[in-house]
């Protein structure tokens, strides 16, 4: 591995404002009901107070972000010299600033303090900024999708929960709120919420395809709009892997991105930090977890689908895009750690001096199918920059139809 290309979502953080507002509304329900007619799986609310923050970082999210700076020293400090220590960006909002320092921190830690990268540069989330999602007025919402499934998952637990409270008239945004505040309040806490004990595994997993269907619709494949938000962080990244200056007439602050001193080329290790939904759009720019089986349907789950947002954009969710060069054959590929390197058989595909790209989402390796990916999840780089035509044609007028 000669170069790393990390983008990482912020870590565990409170709800938003809005979500905070939804999350208030359907528990002032429960608590509204007289105590003498709840059912003894709520007598947790007579107690029950909300502590919860907005939109901040919780301490296990600054933890996350600072675990994850000191694995990646772990894993690749044989690229790291005085010289040539990690460049490190932050999309503007303080919970995306906040985990950026504290990935800077693990990282400095890790190293005893050695390499101590800084946050560089901060993207203002109001202007040009190729790690927030907020270029696109025209995009669409993924309401009617997600409303359809909610619809139908959620009636048999208003059915029980209302029947728990009586008069508590609970609806399905309700419902999803509480589900959602099990885990915002159990990553704050540190402990299981209590909230949890009211639902079972399955409606878990119901929960769990409204967020695949919300993330899909709204930033994914299924929403035409989406991915074109992801092609500035894709065309930042070509550069980086090329080595040549940033083609992009989408996201991208040309401010930045034409100064060696806020958009460098020749560092080995490069860190972003962002959020889920610019996430979504990057992948989808970039051709990752593209559905054989069609758009998701809101109305059933496929249960082959590989678009799992749990398994996408959790807490401190990271991309990694390896450049590697292979010297010979058969050839060991580096993976930049101490471990003993794999063996890869004879080949083929390496070519003496060729150089790879890999990609890694929560460190599972990829298929990179659209570049032709061998069984090792590897492309040439020219095949990965030339599979990234959508990227390199800003969009193919999709950048236009957010403003007309």
Known sequence: TVQVNIIQRHGARFPTSGATTRILSAVNKLKSVPQTTLDQQLLFLKDYQY???????????????????????????????????PFVRASGSTRVIDSATNWTAGFAEASSNAYQPKLTVILNESLNDTLEDAM??????????????????????????NSWAPGANLVPTDVISLVS?????????????????????????????????????????????????????????????????????????????????????????????????????????????????????????????????????????????????????PKRLDDATDAEPSEFETSSRFIKKDTFVRVLVNNAVQPLEFCGGN???????????????YARNDGNGDFEKCYE
């Open 181 to 329: 505040l099990c885990a915002f309040e159990s990553v704050a806490l540190e402990k299981l919420s209590p909230w949890c004990s009211l639902f079972t595994h399955q409606e878990f997993e119901q929960f769990g395809y409204w967020s695949d269907l919300e993330k899909y619709y709204n930033r994914g494949y299924g929403q035409p709009l989406g991915p074109v938000q992801g092609v500035g962080y894709i065309n930042e990244l070509l550069a980086r892997l090329t080595g040549l200056p940033v083609r992009d007439n989408t996201q991208t602050n040309h401010t930045l991105t034409s100064s060696p001193i806020t958009f460098p080329l020749d560092r080995t290790i490069y860190a972003d930090f962002s959020h889920d939904n610019l996430m979504i759009a990057m992948y989808s720019a970039m051709g990752l977890f593209k559905q054989a089986s069609g758009h998701l349907d809101p109305r059933k789950p496929n249960p082959e689908r590989t678009w799992v947002a749990s398994l996408l954009t959790p807490f401190s969710a990271r991309m990694v895009v390896e450049r590697m060069t292979c010297r010979g054959l």
């Open 51 to 85: 502590t919860l923050g907005v939109a901040d970082l919780v301490p296990f999210g600054a933890y996350q972000s600072a675990e994850s700076g000191a694995a990646v020293f772990e894993r690749y400090r044989k690229l790291v010299s005085k010289g040539n220590i």
């Open 136 to 161: 696109c007025p025209n995009v669409g919402e993924p309401d009617e999708q997600t409303d359809i499934w909610a619809n139908i998952f959620t009636p048999h637990i208003i059915d029980r929960l």
């Open 375 to 389: 069984e090792h999840g590897l492309c040439t780089l020219p095949a990965f920059v030339e599979s990234q035509a």
